[in-house]
């Protein structure tokens, strides 16, 4: 049964903290992904906040190369969104002290929302926020330090249907006064697969009343977006795996909230030459011809997704090691091919399936923190950035 889709009235801009958005729509972070390269590519087409790839706290104090190199915005960002991840409550807030004190950034999120195994077996990401007392002393800690600057969170419902902890979060977090909370509507053990349960976006909601929800999880399109706000009454929509390979649907986004019926529907010459472009702004963020078409790979599948590209010529793009070869391979394709429609929408990138999160020995026998928990997890906390 088609679920008609909601009609609304142009979206008033949103306020986090000090931040005026135009439209309600942000980036959501993700790893390899949302680089400078990228959402420089997604505000050629759109609106909002597009938020950087998860900053480990640790790697960002001890200043490496890596994560200096990751905190370096374009000047064409006016707006300069950090997202960070600790589990250390004394290096979160020394990491947000130095992107104040050195004015990298105009907005930080931290990370309580990976569900990755390598993040979630050292406590960190969407594990943490079920030790709620470390949570709090973290996210306080980070408001601290942040002074005037808009901090938020972005986390999960939980850690499983047995262990749930985004109401509990939630009001630490409101109370802790962060500028707005990000919730991805599942839990750590569902990944990405499943349909995200929206009424717990719902009922976060209904819960916070001073400051933005913005939901997470399932947006594929702008009509989707649309639906998430009707249905959850949420302030704003964080869109991840749905762009990939679809920058421009930060344009149907945006229209979509100023109350226009746009939707982009690019032929195939459009495509590759957004495609085109993403690997030329990987090179100059990279400053190597090389790791710029080594990074582009990973995006053929998704920007061609239900085009007649055949698996040859696929295959020849996902090995490709100059601009010079990426232009012989795309001069190949017949640029008239009209949008494909259904095939090319829908969701995109690695689903997963449900499985145990890996976490730290003994982590769900209480929600207390003991002092040899707490010490491992601060040796055991990652230094490196980029996910």
Known sequence: ???????????????????????PVVLAPMAGITNTAYRRLCRE???????????????????????????????SEKTR??????????????????????????????????????????????????????FR???????TAAGPLPLTVKMRKGIDSDHLTFLEAGKAAEGAGVAAIALHARTAAEFYSGQADWSAIEKLKSTISSVPILGNGDIWSADDALRMVYETGCDGVVVGRGCLGRPWL????????????????????????????????LTEFFDSEERGCRDIRKHVAWYFKGYPVGGD??????????????????????????????????????????????????????QEMGGTERANLTEGEGDTSGG
């Open 1 to 23: 049964m088609m679920i008609p889709t909601p009609t609304i009235s142009p979206a008033a801009p949103l306020s986090i903290g000090s931040l005026e958005l135009d439209v």
């Open 45 to 75: 087409f759109g609106a909002g906040l597009y938020v950087s790839e998860m900053i480990t706290s640790r790697a960002l104090v001890e200043r490496t190369p890596e994560s200096m190199r990751l905190i370096t915005h374009h000047e």
């Open 81 to 134: 969104s950090i997202q960070l991840y600790g589990v250390d409550p004394k290096t979160v807030s020394d990491a947000v002290t130095l992107l104040v004190a050195e004015d990298r950034a105009d907005h930080i999120d931290l990370n309580f929302g990976c569900p990755v195994p390598k993040v979630t077996r050292k406590g960190g990401g969407s594990a943490l926020p079920w030790k709620l007392g470390l």
């Open 137 to 143: 002393e973290i996210v306080e800690a980070a408001v």
């Open 250 to 281: 930060f344009g149907d986004l945006a229209a979509a909230f100023r109350g226009e019926h746009v939707k982009a529907e690019p032929n195939l010459g459009q495509v590759k030459k957004a495609f085109r472009r993403h690997a030329e702004l």
């Open 313 to 366: 010529l696929r295959a020849s793009l996902a090995t490709v090691q100059s601009l010079a070869q990426l232009d012989d391979l795309l001069g190949t394709l017949d640029d008239d091919q009209p949008y494909p429609g259904a095939e090319a929408e829908g969701p995109r990138g690695r689903a997963g399936t449900p499985k145990r999160p890996a976490l730290p020995d003994g982590w769900l026998d209480s």
